[in-house]
């Protein structure tokens, strides 16, 4: 079984910034993808930024420019440095790790506010 770990979340001022942490244990495979997804009030998740093991790494449009994935796999772990954040990045953020189709898990969640 996996668990991951998330923190960081808070309430923030427009223009403000925020760095998310989330750490990953349990039986890893070496090659997998982890990332961030957040969900707002009466929308669905929605895909934030993923970074695959190898080097690959992806972002949302909305936070491309702003947003910052990185990692560190000697610890299992992920994290968003988020900048320029805005009140449309409201939401509950969560952390993923994926390593095929029965290895897919997901954190509990926290939450980034941007309000002045």
């Known amino acids: 079984q996996v668990q991951l770990v998330e923190s960081g979340g808070g309430l923030v001022q427009p223009g403000g910034s925020l760095r998310l942490s989330c750490t990953a244990s349990g039986n890893i495979f070496s090659f997998n993808r982890m990332g961030w997804y957040r969900q707002a009030p009466g929308k669905q998740r929605e895909l934030v930024a993923t970074s695959i093991s190898g080097g690959s790494i992806d972002y949302a449009d909305s936070v491309k420019g702003r947003f910052t994935i990185s990692r560190d796999n000697a610890k299992n772990a992920v994290y968003l440095q988020m900048n320029s954040l805005k009140p449309e990045d409201t939401a509950v953020y969560y952390c993923?790790?994926?390593?095929?189709?029965?290895?897919?898990?997901w954190g509990q969640g926290t939450q980034v506010t941007v309000s002045s």
């Open positions: 993923n790790i994926w390593f095929g189709v029965r290895n897919d898990y």
